[in-house]
């Protein structure tokens, strides 16, 4: 298990990464600021109470052992983390493209349509 110390640097790292890309984002996409911005505000309202828990632990004593706690809150920012990172990802990303489908030709049309013609 890694200490407090570090995870409390991982988390530190890891939300400064968000913010980083997500400020990178606006620059390219103008139109979504409003967007990546509470995206960027929820990930710091995160970092906030994981590292408030992880100050904390005493208080999170009936939860079970420290070492439970600490390996819970780890599991928690970094899924959560992962979710905020996938829609950053989603409000940014270009839109597809409809592409026209195509219309066989119809073969067996067309000769009876010379054949038409020639009468």
Excluded: W
Aim: glycine residues 6%; aromatic residues 6%; contains cysteine.
């Amino acid at each position: 298990m890694s200490s407090i110390k570090s995870l409390k640097k991982e988390i530190n790292c890891l939300t400064e990464q968000f913010a980083s890309d997500g400020f990178g984002m606006i620059t390219h996409h103008p139109e979504k600021r409003e967007e990546v911005i509470a995206l960027i505000s929820d990930a710091i309202v995160l970092r906030n109470n994981q590292i408030y828990r992880l100050n904390h632990l005493a208080e999170a004593a009936g939860e079970g052992s420290p070492r439970k706690v600490v390996g819970t809150i780890k599991q928690e920012f970094f899924g959560k983390m992962d979710e905020l990172f996938e829609e950053l990802s989603k409000v940014t990303a270009a839109p597809k493209k409809k592409i026209a489908r195509k219309t066989p030709k119809k073969k067996e049309e067309q000769p009876e349509k010379k054949a038409e013609k020639e009468e």
